[in-house]
């Protein structure tokens, strides 16, 4: 299993980003896929799950502001991030919600104010 996030970088408050994971070793269709992110301290923290139908669930802290969905023909998950805070700095990372032990390098994400 290999997983790759990548689309991070430095965002003033307000603004927007788009996170990419790229997913292999696996039926990438069949999962149930995720969003998690750590930031300095805290504990990590899931963000967003998506079902291999496309069922979304959110964390309530990014309801509304965040946006998972997946292209399983490219076997890559996304996370649109809109209305970005400082609080939402962290380094998130993909995994497969039912089996965290995978996880992807993760892309550093960092909000300023």
């Known amino acids: 299993v290999q997983l790759q996030a990548s689309g991070g970088g430095l965002v003033q408050a307000g603004g927007s980003l788009r996170l990419s994971c790229t997913a292999s070793g696996f039926i990438f269709g069949e999962k149930v896929m995720a969003w998690y992110r750590r930031a300095p301290g805290k504990q990590r923290e899931l963000v967003a799950r998506?079902?291999?139908?496309?069922?979304?669930n959110y964390a309530d802290s990014v309801k509304d502001r965040f946006t998972i969905s997946r292209d399983n023909a490219k076997n890559t998950l996304y996370l649109q991030m809109n209305s970005l805070k400082p609080e939402d700095t962290a380094v998130y990372y993909c995994s497969i919600f039912y089996q965290p032990e995978y996880w992807g390098q993760g892309t550093q994400v960092t909000v300023s104010s």
């Open positions: 998506i079902t291999g139908g496309r069922t979304a």
